[in-house]
């Protein structure tokens, strides 16, 4: 089935293309939403919203985006508002220095401003003998802003082109281009204690 006949039969409600496109993006957005979330459990949970809202809106889908580049743009947007309300629970049912340095701190600040904590999961997108090496890279990704961080998995980890990845972010390419810049510096200072000249920067 070819894209303009699976949206055709989507919008139609045709259960059988739901079940189609499900099974041809479930594995692309759950490692979006994962390498976001950077929690299984939740990076689950997330990616059935993803399909809902896939399900629910795809009546008002006009055909101006690719089906693909909709697609992320729907994980990536419902996998930040994830990560953030888990962050902001965080944030403010700590301690008072972590009070204070929510109120301080800044989200799009470019240098560091946390100890590197490597990530508690496993990625089924990175190769098993990569698995430790990973989990110290999305420890920085993490710390990543938001905008460096969709474009650094949407390129690094998803394959996306920089024209494919504009589609996503609807942002221009010199836009995508110096996120990606700026992603890579950042994460070249968060990992030089741990390793050098990595295939991820």
């Not at 024209?163 to 968060?190: D, F, Y």
């Amino acid at each position: 089935m070819d894209v303009p006949q699976l949206i055709r039969e989507l919008q139609q409600g045709n259960q059988a293309a739901f079940r189609t496109l499900v099974e041809t993006y479930q594995s692309r957005v759950y490692n979006t939403v994962l390498a976001i979330v950077q929690h299984p459990e939740e990076a689950e949970d997330v990616a059935q919203e993803v399909f809902v809202q896939v399900y629910e809106s795809i009546g008002r889908f006009g055909g101006d985006m690719k089906l693909t580049a909709w697609i992320y743009r729907i994980a990536t947007t419902k996998a930040l508002e994830a990560y953030r309300k888990r962050h902001a629970r965080k944030r403010f049912g700590g301690t008072p220095f972590s009070f204070l340095t929510s109120l301080f701190g800044s989200d799009e600040d470019d240098g560091p401003n946390d100890r590197l904590h490597p990530a508690d999961f496993e990625h089924p997108g990175v190769k098993l003998e990569q698995q430790e090496r990973a989990k110290v890279l999305f420890g920085a990704i993490s710390q990543l802003p938001e905008q460096q961080k969709v474009a650094f998995t949407l390129h690094h980890l998803e394959g996306l082109s920089y024209q494919e990845i504009t589609e996503v972010m609807q942002a221009s390419l010199s836009s995508v281009e110096s996120l990606l810049h700026r992603a890579k510096q950042n994460l070249r200072k968060r990992l030089a204690g741990y390793y050098k000249d990595d295939q991820w920067t």
